[in-house]
């Protein structure tokens, strides 16, 4: 199971050095969504206060949203994704694979991130480096453990592309309010841990949530 | 005389009856008076939400444990019960919010679950609309997410401090406040069942004229 895994994982990566396509694109979409909003927000010089977590997590959701449904739309044109479950080993292992594919993706987007929504929103959220990363991760993981699932689910679909969010924003809401939460508070002047570890909480058991029902869900739904 | 005619007259004149004559006899409560009454529909109404998304879901994990089409008539009358409810819910909340709170909207966990609650259940039949043919499968997967936010409105009151009342208010009702509470519940209870079953009455109806159809074609 673990080397099913680590297979799709290596498969996907492989892919994504030789072509660099997914990459490219996501960041490049993560970085104009940033200055999409930089030019909405920031207004005479300064950003309206608080506001850079906010647009920090729109931001990962958007590139998520469009690198999900690219990794499976890649799968569909070469017609791989027939092979792909055809593959001798349990569905969720190639859930898994692709979730930890997207998750590595998307943890290479939020690397230039953070850094740039940090700049151009006057926000503190590299004071506490260790907490961020541990929020931004916990919250991608959910983000993206719910949207592999949809993707995959939704690869067959007639209008996909307009569906992926339509399914996937309401669901994970719950997600965006406590890492945006965390982030809010990573970035007061007057750090409290309890708030923070709080809300890192409640992110986790959300990923629990979802990663068991993810689970569940994946066989059935993918099976013809 | 249709089958369902009897029920159907019950449940409206049940529903009929609960507001000039259930509701109007109800006492006033003390300090918010007459926007209060709006709760004897507000409550009934987001319980068959949340009772409907439950029977969506659980309807949804025996159609992808069995392939039964029948389940699938179910969650989908549920889901569609669970549109219907949920926007009750959500137009009779803000009015009573608007005297009792001062405000129409707040974005406390329980109204924020509730609005997410609903939105899955519109987002699971807009995916059956648009999705094309297989789409109820995912549908279901959705499904089951959409039941998983259930248990979190619930608690959501009573675990975060919101201003929403919390479900202990209930139970403390003194019996002239509870009787057309419980007289609201029953009647929006069974117009419920009713509007699931003839809900799932036109879609069993709609599966077998689509089979008649197709061997139509074959004969041919």
Redesign the interface.
């Not at chain 1, 067959?156 to 209008?159: K, Q």
């Given at each position: 199971m673990i080397r099913a895994v680590w297979l799709i994982v290596r498969k996907d990566v492989t892919v994504e050095v030789r072509s660099r396509e997914l990459a490219y694109t996501t960041v490049f979409f993560a970085i104009s969504c940033v200055l999409v909003f930089a030019f909405s927000l920031v207004q005479e010089g300064r950003a309206a206060p608080g506001v850079g977590p906010g647009v920090l997590w729109m931001a990962i959701m958007f590139a998520g949203n469009l690198a999900l449904g690219r990794t499976f739309e890649r799968e569909r044109q070469s017609e791989t994704l027939r092979a792909l479950m055809l593959v001798p080993a349990p569905r969720p292992a190639v859930y898994l694979g692709k979730l930890a594919g997207i998750v590595v993706l998307l943890t290479l987007t939020e690397i230039v991130l953070v850094p740039l929504v940090a700049l151009l929103f006057q926000a503190e959220l590299l004071s506490h480096p260790f907490w961020l990363a541990a929020v931004v991760l916990a919250g991608t993981f959910g983000f993206a453990s719910?949207g592999t699932?949809?993707a995959a689910?939704?690869v067959?679909?007639?209008?996909r592309d307009v569906?992926l969010p339509?399914?996937l924003y309401?669901?994970t809401?719950?997600v965006l309010?406590a890492g945006v939460r965390a982030t809010v508070a990573i970035a007061q002047p007057d750090f409290d841990a309890d708030i923070v570890r709080f809300w890192f909480a409640l992110l986790v058991a959300f990923d629990v949530?979802?990663l068991t029902?993810a689970l569940?869900?994946f066989e059935?739904?993918m099976t013809d | 005389m249709p089958k369902w005619f009897q029920p159907a007259t019950l449940v409206c004149g049940l529903m009929f009856a609960a507001t000039p004559f259930v509701i109007a006899s109800a006492p006033y409560e003390s300090t918010m008076g007459l926007v209060q009454k709006v709760f004897y529909y507000h409550m009934p109404s987001a319980w068959m939400f949340l009772g409907s998304s439950i029977v969506c879901g659980i309807a949804s994990v025996r159609f992808?444990?069995s392939g039964d089409a029948r389940h699938d008539r179910t969650a989908l009358a549920a889901a569609e019960m669970a549109v219907l409810f949920g926007l009750l819910t959500l137009v009779t909340g803000p009015l009573w919010a608007r005297k009792a709170w001062g405000t129409w909207w707040v974005w406390d966990a329980r109204v924020?679950?509730s609005l997410?609650g609903w939105?899955?259940a519109w987002?699971y039949l807009?995916?059956r609309q648009?999705?094309?043919p297989?789409?109820e499968?995912?549908a279901?997967?959705?499904a089951?997410?959409g039941m998983?936010n259930v248990p979190?409105i619930y608690i959501s009151v009573n675990y975060w401090r919101t201003i929403h009342p919390a479900t202990t208010v209930v139970p403390k009702l003194p019996f002239s406040m509870g009787f057309p509470l419980i007289f609201c519940l029953a009647a929006f209870t069974l117009l419920l069942v009713l509007l699931m079953k003839l809900r799932m009455r036109v879609a069993e109806q709609q599966s077998r004229l689509d089979s008649l159809y197709l061997s139509l074609d074959e004969q041919r």
């Open positions: 719910v699932l949809f689910m939704l067959r679909a007639r209008s569906l339509v399914l309401p669901i809401v719950p309010i949530v979802f029902l569940w869900t059935p739904v | 992808l444990a924020t679950s997410v939105m899955i987002a807009i995916l648009y999705g094309g297989g789409s499968k995912l279901a997967g959705l089951l997410f998983a979190f």
